[in-house]
C-alpha cells in the first residue's frame, strides 16, 4: 500500500526558533499534499493544501508567513514553522494524494513542543 | 462548506460484539467517504472507504453503508477485536474536489 513518511516524529526546541518537519511519499508520487494540525482528542484541521511546483494554499485563519510549505517534488513536501512560540506546540500530520486525490494516505505525525 | 458530524463520540463494546459509528454530510455534491483509525501516537490510517455510487462495501469484518438520499454513511465494524480500541474519524470529500472534511472522531474501547 501507499506508504507517507514523516520526519521527525518528535522535536521539542526553544520559543524563538525555526523548525522543519518534513513529509514523503515513498511508493508513489504524490500531486498533492496537505498539512494538519491536531490538538488533543480533536480532529484533524486542515492548514494547507500544496501542488508540486505552485504556492500552497492556506485555509483561512492559516498564517502563510508562519508556517511556510514548499512542495518542490512530486515526493516531498515540507512545513516550516518559524519563530516558533509555545502556541505553536501541536500534533502536525501531513498526508498525500496521487492525481486523482484518493484516497488521502497520511504520515504518522509530528509532535511539536516549544519550551 | 462541508460540514460532517459524527456520532457517538465515545463508544464501548464488549469483545465479539458490533460496533456502529454514523456519520451525516452536508454537501449533496460529496461523492467520496472515506474512514480512518488513528491509534494514540499516530498518524490516521485509512480502513475503509466509499464513493458516491455504491450503497455499501465490505472488507472482511469492516463495512461502510451510505446513504446519499439522507446525506449519512456509517460504518459497522464486527465480531470486534481488543486491538480495534483506537479513534475511528469519517471524511467526506465536498465539491472541491480534493480537500477532505473530518468528523469529530468516535473513540472506541473494546473490553476484553
Known amino acids: 500500500g501507499a506508504v507517507v513518511s514523516q520526519h521527525p516524529s518528535w522535536v521539542i526546541c526553544k520559543s524563538g526558533t525555526s523548525v522543519k518537519i518534513e513529509c514523503r511519499s515513498l511508493?508513489?508520487?504524490?500531486?498533492?499534499m496537505f498539512w494538519y494540525r491536531q490538538f488533543p482528542k480533536q480532529s484533524l484541521m486542515l492548514m494547507a493544501t500544496s501542488n508540486e511546483g505552485s504556492k500552497a494554499t492556506y485555509e483561512q485563519g492559516v498564517e502563510k508567513d508562519k508556517f511556510l510549505i514548499n512542495h518542490a517534488s512530486l515526493t516531498l513536501s515540507t512545513l516550516t514553522v518559524t519563530s516558533a512560540h509555545p502556541e505553536d506546540s501541536s500534533f502536525y500530520i501531513c498526508?498525500?494524494?496521487?492525481?486523482?486525490?484518493?484516497?488521502?494516505?497520511f504520515g504518522d505525525g509530528t509532535r511539536l513542543s516549544i519550551l | 462548506g462541508e460540514n460532517v458530524e459524527q456520532h457517538p463520540s465515545t463508544l464501548s463494546v464488549q469483545e465479539g460484539d458490533s460496533a456502529v459509528i454514523k456519520c451525516t454530510y452536508s454537501d449533496s455534491a460529496s461523492n467520496y467517504f472515506p474512514w480512518y483509525k488513528q491509534e494514540l501516537g499516530k498518524g490516521p490510517q485509512l480502513i475503509i472507504d466509499i464513493r458516491s455510487n455504491v450503497g455499501e462495501k465490505k472488507d472482511q469484518r469492516i463495512a461502510v453503508t451510505l446513504n446519499k438520499t439522507a446525506k449519512h454513511f456509517s460504518l459497522h465494524i464486527t465480531e470486534t477485536q481488543p486491538e480495534d480500541s483506537a479513534v475511528y474519524f469519517c471524511a467526506a470529500m465536498g465539491s472541491s474536489g480534493d480537500k477532505l472534511t473530518f468528523g469529530t472522531g468516535t473513540r472506541l474501547a473494546v473490553r476484553p
Open positions: 498526508s498525500a494524494t496521487g492525481v486523482d486525490n484518493q484516497p488521502q494516505h
Open positions: 511508493d508513489f508520487q504524490a500531486t498533492t
